[in-house]
């Protein structure tokens, strides 16, 4: 196997990202966004515009970063748990309390969900034969 290098690497992984998360992404409302910035700099300690600075480049930063100002969203947001976040902070730790209790961790990893919802072709379909 070829070893790949640092660019090849990171553009690799953009494209699993992107398939995996990019629809979840751009359904987010503008106040979702910015508490994905704010989590995000609350779990690595650095602003999003650091990350992507430091990992794609000044050019694409500047362009995220312009992408983020049309949509009210500011990239170099921070998270303040004892001021502005302290109310997002009580909740991240419930829920977090919540998710590490008594192998609930488990339980939530190996859950099967069926979230599917008739089609309204098929109730239709339903109505029409009875």
């Known amino acids: 196997m070829q070893k790949q290098n640092g660019k090849q690497f990171l553009?690799?992984?953009?494209k699993q990202l992107r398939a995996a998360y990019e629809e979840q992404l751009k359904n987010m409302t503008r106040?979702?966004?910015n508490f994905m910035i704010k989590l995000v700099?609350?779990?690595?300690?650095i602003t999003v515009f650091d990350l992507l600075q430091k990992y794609r480049g000044n050019f694409k930063t500047f362009w995220w970063n312009m992408g983020a100002k049309m949509f009210k969203l500011n990239l170099k947001g921070t998270y303040d748990a004892?001021?502005?976040?302290?109310e997002?902070?009580?909740y991240v730790k419930k829920l977090d309390d919540i998710y590490?209790?008594?192998g609930l961790k488990f339980i939530i990893?190996?859950?099967?969900?069926n979230l599917s919802v008739?089609?309204?072709k098929s109730s239709k379909k339903n109505d029409k034969s009875k």
């Open 109 to 113: 990893n190996n859950e099967k969900f």
């Open 118 to 120: 008739p089609s309204s």
């Open 11 to 14: 553009n690799d992984a953009e």
């Open 88 to 90: 997002m902070e009580k």
């Open 82 to 86: 004892e001021g502005e976040d302290k």
């Open 100 to 102: 590490n209790r008594n």
């Open 41 to 45: 700099h609350r779990e690595t300690g």
């Open 31 to 33: 106040t979702q966004g």
